[in-house]
């Protein structure tokens, strides 16, 4: 199967590397995990589409103004299991697509996306994660192009 189309509001598998990791030194994440792209868009003069992911994650806010929870049935939809879900904005990472860090999505040989976030879902997303960085809130952002 192909690569997906890489467009804002889908949900890929993807090596995030947390910030304390990168910090700690590694180049390598410790695990693959759902993502969702926030941004796709040509950069330089050879046009390579750099795209920036969310993570999604089981583990519980210390936070709450740093992530969204995923309404179970969008969740259910992406093939989700029945624990809840959030979608970190305070840690991102971005990359040269298709990069090195896609994965296939377990049990779905050759195939790295589970689909795409509604549209009403994405757009409240987005808007929290720019109004953290416009309001001058601590955003990680991890370059997995090195």
Not at 1 to 10: A, E
Request: aromatic fraction near 8%; charge should be negative.
């Amino acid at each position: 199967m192909s690569l997906p189309d890489p467009v804002p509001g889908l949900v890929i598998r993807h090596a995030f590397l947390w910030s304390h990791e990168a910090a700690r030194g590694q180049s390598e994440a410790a695990k693959t995990r759902p993502c969702a792209i926030v941004v796709a868009a040509a950069q330089g003069e050879n046009g390579a589409l750099r795209v920036t992911v969310a993570p999604i994650t089981h583990s519980p806010p210390e936070d709450e103004t740093t992530c969204v929870e995923l309404p179970a049935e969008i969740a259910r939809e992406l093939g989700f299991d029945d624990d809840r879900q959030w979608l970190r904005f305070d840690e991102l990472n971005y990359f040269d697509w298709p990069g090195f860090d896609l994965s296939p999505v377990p049990g779905e040989s050759g195939r790295y996306d589970y689909g795409m976030l509604p549209r009403r879902f994405f757009e409240t997303a987005k808007a929290l994660i720019l109004a953290r960085i416009r309001a001058g809130k601590r955003t990680s952002i991890v370059n997995r192009n090195v």
